[in-house]
């Protein structure tokens, strides 16, 4: 990563957006040109290849917060600036017209496909939903001065929101804070007059070729889609559609890139969350994530070719590969058979927890992060948070607490090297680390459980959490308490191991 006061040191500065630019693109320029002009430098914004842009939200961004974007006709005439900007895009990838330069700045979001010799200053992150974030995090490291500028700001908001489809296809704390600033200082009626103006005639036929192209499968009650290449939001618009449909629970769209294929995902269903199936998909080739609801990815086409496929098959076959990786146990239900199953009891070890309302108020929504995915519950003197000894968190009822539990005093091992549970306060967005807070515990070794390693994958729904569930991978222990089989869970392997002892 370098600082933008980096820019300061040339003069001639071109900022280039990719070809048939988006507003994260265009949004992502404007931001840096407006550092440059507070800084007393000149610069220029600019787009090439045959296409100018037709879209009208695109047109009415460009008037309304008088961005000055110049359409190249002759790349190959444009004089060499000292440095050429590029801005959601990598230099001399396809979706870019080449322009000559003196030095090249690359500024994406995009997994990074080009040599690190190839531009003299780098900031890519391909975590971040879009440019606009990472823009936003570079003027702020300057002291950037976003509430005097509103069209900057208003543009930066406006370039995540096209990015992540209305913010749903949002995954990094850092787009988040983003929203969350810029949201107080832009014209919301403006953003608003933008999103009504989103869809082109073609677009829309886009939409309608890709409905009618589906593969569904009715037992599972899931559908893909493939749409012709169209702005990320327009996929979000067809898989909206499409979970709308009586035998669709979960489904898929995506649609070909010249480098992979940007996917999303929609999810009506208890047992398959969208943030996870999205992940599934793009695990190793790509990058995915969002909520249990709405998710999105990036697929690349190289990583996809080197397993011998093409996108098509490989979307498809992640996806039966999803259904097939894992059984569901309803707790207060299942059958099952414990008789075949070792016995095993804790190993009194001093565990750590804290209780609920010694991190915060009671009633303040908590949000913890667990190693496998993130848990709601409110704060109670009721609720404690049991931490593992590698730093794990999961919530515990008192009543559980005391009947497992005993306190002691003596020091808990915990191993935070990798990681440092916390707990968040949804409300107000503050975070507290919990090992300040720990207190320490034993449990009874009277307590024994049933327990044997998975063959494959499970999600646990238990009555008292209705929208989540517990997951376990294959080789992770399936646990349940001899005394109730109905309270069952899952451990990892090492975790367990380590914890229980056979009897
Ligand atoms: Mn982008």
């Known amino acids: 990563m370098f600082r933008l006061s980096e820019l300061l040191r040339y003069e001639r500065v071109v900022i280039q957006c990719h070809d048939n630019p988006d507003a994260d693109a265009i949004s992502s320029a404007f931001g840096i040109r407006a550092y440059l002009s507070g800084n007393g430098k000149e610069s220029k914004i600019i787009y090439s290849g045959v296409e100018r842009i037709k879209k009208r939200n695109i047109k009415n961004m460009v008037e309304w917060l008088n961005i000055p974007l110049e359409h190249v006709k002759n790349p190959g005439g444009f004089p060499a600036p000292e440095l050429l900007v590029c801005v959601d895009c990598q230099y001399g990838e396809g979706n870019i017209t080449k322009i000559k330069a003196d030095a090249v700045a690359v500024i994406d979001h995009h997994l990074q496909v080009i040599g690190d010799g190839e531009f003299d200053l780098g900031a890519i992150q391909s975590q971040l939903g879009s440019c606009a974030t990472l823009v936003w995090d570079l003027l702020s490291e300057e002291g950037f001065d976003f509430k005097a500028n509103k069209d900057v700001s208003a543009a930066l908001y406006y370039g995540l929101l096209t990015d992540t489809n209305d913010f749903s296809e949002i995954n990094h704390p850092l787009d988040k804070d983003m929203r969350d600033e810029l949201q107080q200082y832009c014209d919301m009626g403006l953003i608003k007059r933008l999103r009504l103006c989103n869809l082109t005639i073609d677009e829309l036929e886009i939409a309608g070729v890709a409905l009618l192209r589906n593969y569904t499968d009715f037992d599972k009650r899931y559908a893909i889609f493939k749409s012709e ?143 496998d995915g993130d848990s709601e519950v409110k704060a109670s003197p009721d609720i404690y948070l049991m931490i593992g000894v590698q730093g794990e968190v999961h919530p515990i009822k008192a009543d559980k607490f005391g009947a497992y539990y005993r306190l002691c005093g003596e020091p808990v091992n915990i191993d935070d090297d990798i990681y440092t549970p916390t707990v968040k306060n949804e409300a107000t967005g503050e975070i507290k680390e919990l090992l300040p807070l720990m207190k320490s515990c ?48 899952t451990l990892r392997r090492d975790i367990f191991l380590e914890t229980y002892e056979e009897i």
């Open 442 to 489: 034993v449990s009874y070794t009277d307590a024994p459980v049933f327990a044997a390693p998975l063959e494959r994958g499970v999600k646990i729904f238990s009555d008292w959490n209705p929208n989540g569930y517990i997951r376990g991978k294959a080789g992770d222990f399936l646990v349940l308490k001899c005394d109730d089989i109905h309270d069952v869970y």
């Open 229 to 371: 290449y169209c702005d990320p939001n327009i996929l979000g618009f067809i898989s909206d559609i499409a979970l709308q449909v009586d035998t669709v629970d979960v489904c898929a769209v995506y649609s070909l890139r010249e480098n992979g294929a940007r996917l999303s995902v929609r999810s009506c269903s208890r047992e398959v969350m969208a943030s996870e199936l999205a992940e599934y998909i793009t695990d190793g080739v790509g990058s995915g994530g969002g909520h249990r609801d709405k998710a999105g990815g990036w697929l690349q086409k190289d990583g996809i070719e080197d397993a011998g496929m093409n996108v098509d098959e490989y979307v498809k076959g992640k996806i039966a590969e999803y259904y097939d990786s894992f059984d569901v146990i309803t707790a207060s239900s299942h059958d099952i058979d414990v008789a075949a199953m070792k016995r095993y009891r804790k190993r009194p070890i001093p565990k750590g927890f804290v209780v609920s309302t010694d991190a915060f108020p009671e009633g303040a929504p908590l949000m913890i992060r667990t190693l």
